[in-house]
């Protein structure tokens, strides 16, 4: 596609269980971004992909939460044992190299009950 | 820690008017600097990007920075309802492990008809 894809759009899930967001990014982008936003918020840094190594994690806000990227294209954010707190978009992003123009996708709609 | 500041607003401008909206930093190694629309329920939409000292035209939309005040603002000029969302600034600075965009929280804009 011509943007970037994110799946499911929408997910709602149980407190303490696993989830799995996909980013699908924009065909031959080397960076990779995961923002996360709750409601009335600005955006939260969590993770950046350059190629499939993640320079730069500082963002992620627990250990329960990770990322990895396969064959420089799409990544997954696992958050494991999920929580209310975790309630929020999680937004995707990618550019053709760091520093450069990033588009973002439409994001994934998390809520934990 | 790098910040990007804005004022929250809500800014309200009349119909025609132009809007100013303002965006400091605290990271003088930043390089890229970005404005992003968003609108209620959306995910961010690239609208302007600067990377030298000055003005860029683009439209009706003007960005402007001055690294040596660590300030960046955007002008939109004959303001349309249509303008009316939340604002974002980003900064980027690259070199190492950084590549990441550091996101203000946004300032609200309302043009009123």
């Known amino acids: 596609g011509a943007g970037v894809s994110q799946s499911p759009s929408n997910k709602v899930t149980e407190k303490g269980k696993d989830v799995e967001l996909r980013c699908d990014p924009i065909?031959?982008?080397?960076?990779l971004y995961w923002y996360r936003q709750r409601l009335g918020q600005g955006l939260e840094f969590l993770i950046y992909?350059?190629?499939?190594?993640?320079?730069?994690k500082s963002g992620l806000p627990s250990d329960r939460f990770s990322a990895e990227r396969t064959g420089e294209s799409v990544s997954t954010l696992t958050i494991q044992r999920t929580q209310q707190e975790d309630s929020a978009v999680y937004l995707c992003?990618?550019?053709?190299?760091?520093?450069?123009?990033?588009?973002f996708g439409n994001g994934t709609r998390l809520t934990v009950t | 820690q790098k910040e990007v500041e804005q004022n929250s607003g809500p800014l309200s401008v009349p119909e025609g008017a132009i809007a100013s909206l303002n965006c400091t930093y605290s990271?003088?190694?930043?390089?890229?600097f970005f404005w992003y629309r968003q609108y209620s329920g959306k995910s961010p939409e690239l609208i302007m990007f600067?990377?030298?000292?000055g003005d860029k035209e683009d439209g009706r939309f003007t960005a402007q920075l001055n690294k040596a005040s660590q300030y960046v603002s955007l002008l939109i000029r004959d303001s349309q309802p249509s303008d009316s969302a939340t604002y974002l600034c980003?900064?980027?600075?690259?070199?190492?492990?950084?590549?990441?965009?550091?996101f203000g929280k946004g300032t609200k804009l309302s043009v009123k008809p």
């Open positions: 992003a990618s550019s053709m190299d760091r520093g450069k123009l990033v588009h």
């Open positions: 065909s031959g982008h080397t960076a």
């Open positions: 992909f350059q190629g499939n190594s993640a320079p730069d």
């Open positions: 990271d003088r190694g930043s390089q890229s």
């Open positions: 600067i990377y030298s000292n």
């Open positions: 980003a900064v980027s600075a690259w070199g190492g492990s950084q590549g990441n965009l550091i």
